[in-house]
């Protein structure tokens, strides 16, 4: 007989991934396990397994509750659609590498707002400049773990999501890629690269690309124009729109997609609307009104948006009462679904702090004398809600 499993609590992650950055089962907190055999070893997973099979949210996994209590997909419930395909059996409990995230490496051309020194190189050099050499203490430029992931039995990986950084400047993992080649696994594996999207693919890539099950590129895009870059600190709108466009044109298989994704920030809230134009004019069904091209991508996950938990400064901490209720009227007013979005406002865990309001401001003063960004200029609807 199969063995259920509880859909409120089962987490695909927690018996098939692992996360050659944080040395876990996915991002929910750093680990010290070099591999997936240590990891299925560790006391402390079996544990969380025990809970999660069992019909309990372990506190360890409040990167997805948190989402999930607020009316948004989380890593764990997109997951689950994984299930079908790799367990066909029913074999829920059966721990395998079936889902790798492959750390690239921290080496990156931009310092977006909302990341920091442990992703990237460059705010990493922000951080010195800032902060003094105690920031290269805390921090250091990190590469793929290569020795380990190369020891790793990938008979059954399906899933690989390359992080960094930026992929495409830590060439280093495509040793990973090419082994899953050489050994005859790439053609039930999938590719998702989390990518900043300022940068054509490499030779060596495209070279490989074939090989897989498909291979998705997944842009982020916080603003459009200013607010982009503002956000996407270093980056050039104009710069980015012609990479993309340049990006797709490399590709000349059949098996790649481009998705986008939109990290909502207290920095973009207010540009949503134009965000999610401008991803529906790239992808989607051009025939059809806009809206309902807007909900037909959303639908089929090709543009992901998830609310920021941190730097608390950048959530949407830093909103009063009064100042939510204006994002709000600015959130109804969409031609587009952002219930998800009112959800947020209205969580418990977004209420005012006015100590994250503070560092807030703190912040915009130090990105306007260190990148000379003015808030006022790039972001100006924010501004006059935030600086009446």
Request: with cysteine; glycine share 4%; aromatic share 12%.
């Amino acid at each position: 007989m199969i063995e259920p499993y509880n859909p409120d609590t089962y987490c695909w992650y927690a018996f098939s991934g692992y996360d050659s950055n944080h040395k876990w089962c996915c991002c929910v907190g750093l680990g010290d396990l070099q591999n997936f055999q240590q990891l299925n070893q560790s006391p402390r997973i079996q544990e969380i397994r025990h809970h999660l099979k069992n019909g309990i949210k372990h506190p360890d996994c409040w990167r997805c509750w948190h989402p999930e209590s607020i009316g948004e997909s989380s890593t764990r419930t997109v997951s689950l659609k994984w299930i079908q395909d790799t367990m066909p059996q029913g074999n829920y409990y059966d721990p395998k590498l079936r889902a790798l995230w492959l750390d690239s490496g921290t080496v990156c051309n931009l310092s977006c707002r909302t990341c920091s020194a442990m992703w990237s190189s460059t705010h990493l050099r922000e951080a010195k400049d800032r902060h003094g050499s105690a920031a290269g203490v805390v921090y250091k430029i990190q590469k793929t773990d290569l020795p380990y992931l190369l020891e790793e039995d990938f008979s059954e990986i399906y899933q690989i999501f390359v992080i960094g950084g930026e992929p495409l400047l830590n060439l280093d993992h495509l040793n990973v890629l090419e082994k899953i080649v050489a050994d005859g696994h790439a053609h039930h594996c999938r590719i998702t690269y989390l990518t900043n999207g300022t940068l054509p693919i490499p030779d060596r890539l495209l070279k490989i690309i074939p090989e897989f099950k498909d291979v998705n590129f997944m842009v982020s895009v916080d603003g459009v124009g200013p607010s982009f870059e503002y956000t996407r600190t270093k980056a050039n709108w104009n710069k980015f729109v012609e990479n993309v466009q340049h990006m797709r044109k490399q590709i000349t298989s059949n098996n790649v997609l481009f998705f986008f994704n939109i990290t909502i920030s207290v920095l973009n809230v207010l540009k949503l609307t134009e965000i999610m134009t401008w991803v529906a004019e790239q992808i989607g069904d051009q025939s059809l009104p806009i809206a309902e091209r807007v909900a037909q991508i959303k639908a089929m996950g090709h543009m992901d948006m998830t609310t920021i938990v941190g730097p608390s400064y950048y959530t949407l901490n830093v909103l009063t009462s009064e100042q939510k209720a204006q994002v709000r009227e600015y959130l109804k007013a969409s031609p587009y679904d952002m219930s998800n979005v009112l959800n947020a406002l209205d969580a418990e865990n977004y209420r005012y702090s006015e100590i994250a309001a503070q560092q807030f401001w703190e912040e915009v003063a130090w990105t306007e004398s260190y990148h000379g960004m003015s808030l006022a200029d790039y972001l100006p609807e924010l501004y006059r809600i935030l600086h009446p």
